[in-house]
């Protein structure tokens, strides 16, 4: 509907930004740290930056959380890297990762800007990995210890907590990530009690986070996203429920309602890759609930029914590596009515607020946006990135919480993808989101300067006036 007059963003609402640890930090095995999943990333295509060195974050966070505090940031979401803590991680701690988040922590919190903390975002110890990874039980004990190890190191300063990173697309999209470690790909079953395993390694934490800090927030954060029917046809409408359901209603009704979704769990029967539960899983599952809902968000998903051949796949924006539709489930359509960003991602605005509403509607747990951005290949011109396509962007999904929270959602915080330029998942440097541009290409690291793009100095001016006016 429409408003003639919106609801303001509330007071204190925390406009940040985004990282992750391994995108960004570099040092990939300096001061002790152990390697982690994606550090080896095995499938990652040629001519595409590695995570060594990255945007030398670890090394230029001073200058880097100097630069968030003029942009004005109220929040900065990272993750802390569980192999600088534990670098094999179940076994010693190393002091030297554990120093280097209270640096970063204390140098964001003297600047006067809230640290919101990933516990994990895809970088699964290797040495973890090496022993069957989320198919032991035993990842379950090492996540709920490490937790318990940042609780412990970091609690008096943080408050609020993410658990796991986009579980969802670890186990959808797992082999291009590179979170499926040396294994490659396994089969379904073995993916969906892998799901299993960190569904109860995520409640373990929020369970110990409400005990030992009970002054605390925590929340997951998975990717999520408005499934729209192709078609008005009751058979299209059917696919985009069920897709609905497995794609992202499973994920938040075992962290929310520590139950799987009916309809998930009939598809994961269906297909006989349903996990096995053990004694007590289901009393653990209840035990962890969360305080609010994180979410990532890029782009909507259209859907038809299966027409039960292979023209139901596509593969997202031409690249092989992000396969959509499943036979017998959905078919994967193309939406007519949006644009597509320079990577092939659909650019949906409107289906924000329609993410945010049925997230609200079905949950009533407040929301914080974790990721929400758009890739492009930026140009250094004389020392400066003009991003137009970037503010447009940021500006038009902001609009569009501004009416979501009119609509009475209850939005308590926007932290875009990303605060400053990083190393895409798999697609490398040369796609960029951030407000910060760090000079340094696929394969020549150059000086690593940041400079400010013309989004840096349009987010400050739409921070300063607390969303009131988006320039
Ligand atoms: C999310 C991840 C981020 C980030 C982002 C952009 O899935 O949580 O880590 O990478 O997507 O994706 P990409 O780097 O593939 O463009």
Redesign the pocket.
């Known amino acids: 509907m429409d408003y003639t007059q919106l609801t303001p963003f509330p007071r204190g609402f925390l406009w940040g930004a985004s990282t992750?640890a391994y995108?960004v930090e570099g040092a990939w095995n300096e001061d002790g740290k152990g390697p982690s999943v994606v550090d080896l990333h095995i499938h990652r295509a040629e001519g595409i930056s590695d995570f060594t060195v990255a945007a030398d974050h670890y090394h230029r966070y001073r200058e880097d959380v100097s630069l968030f505090a003029e942009l004005g940031l109220k929040a900065y979401r990272f993750s802390i890297a569980w192999t600088r803590i534990v670098p094999d991680g179940d076994g010693e701690v190393n002091p030297a990762g554990v120093a280097f988040y209270h640096r970063l922590i204390d140098e964001l919190l003297s600047h006067g800007i809230e640290p919101i903390v990933t516990l994990y975002?895809?970088d699964l110890p290797a040495a973890l990995d090496d022993r069957g990874g989320w198919s032991d039980p035993a990842t379950i004990e090492a996540f709920a210890r490490y937790a318990g190890i940042l609780f412990d190191e970091y609690g008096d300063k943080v408050t609020t907590w993410l658990t796991i990173?986009?579980q969802n697309?670890m186990i959808l999209h797992g082999k291009a990530i590179g979170t499926t470690g040396r294994s490659g790909q396994a089969d379904q079953r073995t993916i969906y009690q892998q799901n299993h395993h960190m569904f109860l390694a995520a409640a373990r934490a929020m369970a110990l986070c409400h005990e030992v800090l009970p002054g605390a927030k925590i929340g997951p954060a998975p990717?999520i996203v408005s499934v729209y029917a192709a078609s008005p046809a009751p058979e299209d409408v059917l696919a985009a429920d069920d897709w609905d359901a497995i794609r992202n209603l499973m994920y938040l009704d075992v962290a929310v309602r520590g139950t799987y979704h009916p309809l998930a769990w009939a598809y994961l029967t269906e297909r006989g890759i349903a996990p096995k539960l053990r004694e007590g899983d289901a009393e653990t599952l209840a035990a962890g609930r969360p305080d609010f809902i994180a979410f990532?968000y890029?782009s909507t998903q259209t859907v038809g029914a299966s027409r039960g051949d292979a023209s139901d796949i596509q593969h997202r924006g031409g690249d092989q590596q992000i396969v959509r539709g499943e036979v017998g489930v959905y078919r994967a359509a193309k939406n007519e009515h949006l644009p597509t960003n320079a990577?092939g991602w659909e650019i949906d605005p409107v289906g924000f607020r329609t993410t945010m509403r049925r997230l609200w509607d079905r949950y009533r747990l407040p929301l914080i946006i974790t990721?929400n951005g758009s890739?492009a290949f930026d140009e250094l011109v004389d020392g400066v990135v003009h991003d137009p396509y970037r503010i447009d962007y940021l500006r038009r999904h902001i609009e569009q919480i501004r009416l979501a929270i009119s609509d009475g959602v209850d939005v308590f915080g926007y932290c875009p993808?990303s605060a400053m330029d990083l190393v895409?998942?798999?697609?490398g440097i040369s796609?960029r989101?951030g407000f910060i541009h760090v000079d340094r290409t696929e394969t020549d690291l150059r000086g690593l300067e940041r400079s400010r793009k013309d989004s840096f100095h349009w987010y400050r001016g739409v921070i300063a006036v607390n969303g009131l006016d988006l320039g």
Request: charged share 15%; net charge negative; glycine share 4%.
């Open positions: 992750s995108q975002h895809f990173n986009e697309m990717n990532n890029y990577f990721e890739g993808w895409s998942t798999h697609q796609k989101y």
